[in-house]
């Protein structure tokens, strides 16, 4: 079963509890940290996807909306907050849902099926797609998912390489990550996602992959572990 990896952002301990406490009475939800602030939330975020987000609207320093609107590639949202005016302006911004505190398990549920009904569909159109077009040297060059070894991040950009051939495009690993099959592709360092069918062999410290040896991140020992 495919599980929505997700965060909490929110600043009141009691509220986390909660929502943490809801997460794991879901077996399709995976919590992937809990951030006190935006600027934490969006650290995290420049070097990993989620496809889910619990966000309050009243946080310290940046605000919940503010932070939205901030994001070039949002996950799916739902708004956690305890003030309903905001309702009108979340739904504007394509939030998945509006959860007024305090609510229920069974509310909660609600919306996570809402996200999980359509993530479902996004993962299916995926998993039959099997190419995606890049931009290169300012033309759009079809990549087929079968062929790619791996993609390494270069700071603004992307250098994929596939059995035949290097690619440099203006893309952050977040963003490719984002386009790429869940199933085929794992990320392995923050700077490196691999394709599985690629894999030769591997250790704790680095994974061979078409014959290029690639580094094992500290955060993602237990990926390989995994599959």
């Known amino acids: 079963m495919h599980r929505l990896t997700c965060i909490i952002v929110e600043d009141e301990p009691l509220a986390v509890k909660v929502l943490t406490n809801y997460i794991s009475q879901v077996p399709f939800l995976e919590l992937k940290g809990a951030f006190k602030n935006a600027i ?3 650290s995290f975020l420049r070097v990993n996807t989620v496809e889910l987000m619990f966000l309050d609207i009243h946080l310290p320093g940046l605000r919940g909306m503010a932070f939205l609107k901030s994001l070039i590639q949002p996950p799916a949202v739902i708004i956690t907050t305890a003030y309903h005016q ?3 302006e979340g ?5 998945a849902d509006y959860l007024l505190k305090p609510f229920e398990f069974e509310r909660f549920l609600a919306a996570v099926n809402k996200v999980k009904s359509t993530d479902s569909r996004i993962v299916t159109e995926k998993e039959i797609r099997e ?3 890049l931009s290169v040297q300012k033309k759009k060059v079809k990549i087929h998912f079968n ?3 791996y993609i390494e991040s270069q700071r603004d950009y992307v250098k994929i390489v596939t ?3 290097e690619y440099i495009s203006k893309l952050s690993t977040v963003e490719i990550e984002s386009l790429l099959p869940k199933t085929r592709f ?3 360092h923050r700077s490196f996602i691999i394709s599985i069918n690629m894999i030769q062999s591997y250790s704790a410290e680095s994974v061979e992959v078409n014959g290029a040896l690639i580094p094992i991140g500290r955060m993602y020992k237990d990926v390989l572990e995994n599959l």
Do not use: C, G, Q, S
């Open 163 to 165: 059995t035949k051939n």
């Open 86 to 88: 905001y309702a009108v």
């Open 186 to 188: 794992k990320r392995v």
């Open 40 to 42: 934490d939330a969006t």
């Open 147 to 149: 062929e790619i070894a």
């Open 91 to 95: 739904f504007d911004l394509n939030v």
């Open 131 to 133: 190419f995606l077009f």
